[in-house]
């Protein structure tokens, strides 16, 4: 029996008719814009590292490459996945920024994990321009980015939000309107001072058991089948720290940048979250000792050190 032509692979395109600019290719937003590109979406990307862009390039024929910021004047959204407030400010407000080259009607989307009030004024600046802006962190982690099944929080105008939900359904498998501008940032922030938390506990947790003879693997099943059982201890301690690789894909220093604007968000509504108090400066101790390029994982070792036990199996297993 002879066998047919291939059926083709159908693409639905998020966003038909529209290009799509992105900017920053790093950890998260080579695979946010992987999953874009996977779906069909005319794209245009930029990374302030030539080689990260040329990567991507090489990897996707038919994606443009933005030599400036003036080379997406063209698209009618862009999305940012950049590091802090400071580096999305100068790319949007700066003299050569975004908001001097897109038109009005356009939108930027901030995936990236931003101070709620600095997204506010960059919507107030956009909106002069006619420009809407949509700020739309994520959770998951790289691995579940390559899978397109990030947990998306949306803040901003109902409008803007509903015109580019479906390219965040490209990579998210769940996306919530949390509320107006600023709204999926400060969800993202309280998160992730949560995560940090878990990571911090579940580790306590796991070197008393140890200096009282209970091996940490089999504590952690206990865990995991219990009440304590929480993302940390289902999904990092055995890939990441048990198994000694301490590589989640997402730094310390990121993590304590965003506990920051968690705990600035509490003081600004009049809230001293003494938990929270206590994991900033737990967390702020543990960076301060840790090499710069730490993973988030890496702050276990330093409990280690500082109650002089150690998770890792002697028998290296």
């Not at 080579?30 to 999953?35: H, L, M």
């Amino acid at each position: 029996m002879t066998a047919g032509p291939e059926t083709p692979t159908v693409k639905i395109v998020p966003l038909p008719g529209k290009t799509v600019g992105h900017i920053g290719l790093g950890a998260m937003g080579r695979p946010i814009a992987q999953n874009f590109v996977a779906g069909g979406q005319p794209t245009v990307v930029f990374d302030a590292d030539p080689t990260s862009q040329e990567r991507f390039l090489d990897d996707h024929s038919g994606i443009r490459g933005a030599a400036s910021l003036a080379d997406f004047a063209d698209c009618e959204v862009v999305v940012l996945v950049l590091p802090t407030s400071d580096i999305v400010d100068a790319v949007v407000l700066s003299d050569e920024g975004l908001l001097t080259h897109l038109r009005p009607g356009s939108t930027i989307i901030d995936m990236g994990s931003s101070i709620p009030t600095r997204t506010q004024a960059l919507a107030e600046a956009a909106a002069a321009k006619g420009i809407s802006v949509v700020d739309a962190p994520v959770s998951g982690g790289v691995a579940r980015a390559r899978q397109a099944a990030l947990a998306v929080m949306v803040g901003g105008d109902a409008a803007a939000v509903d015109s580019v939900v479906p390219l965040l359904k490209a990579t998210g498998s769940d996306i919530i309107h949390v509320g107006p501008v600023g709204s999926g940032h400060a969800a993202k922030a309280l998160n992730n001072l949560m995560a940090a938390n878990n990571v911090l506990i579940a580790a306590e947790a796991l070197l008393v058991g140890r200096k009282f003879g209970i091996d940490p693997a089999t504590l952690l099943s206990v865990l995991n089948a219990s009440s304590g059982r929480n993302q940390a201890t289902e999904t990092k301690f055995e890939k990441f720290v048990l198994s000694r690789s301490f590589d989640s894909g997402f730094a310390a220093r990121l993590m304590r940048k965003d506990i920051g604007i968690a705990l600035d968000l509490a003081h600004d509504q009049e809230i001293s979250p003494l938990l929270g108090e206590t994991v900033g400066r737990l967390w702020n101790a543990a960076v301060d000792e840790l090499d710069p390029a730490a993973d988030q994982t890496d702050v276990v070792r330093y409990l280690e050190e500082l109650h002089h036990v150690s998770l890792e199996d002697p028998a290296g297993h």
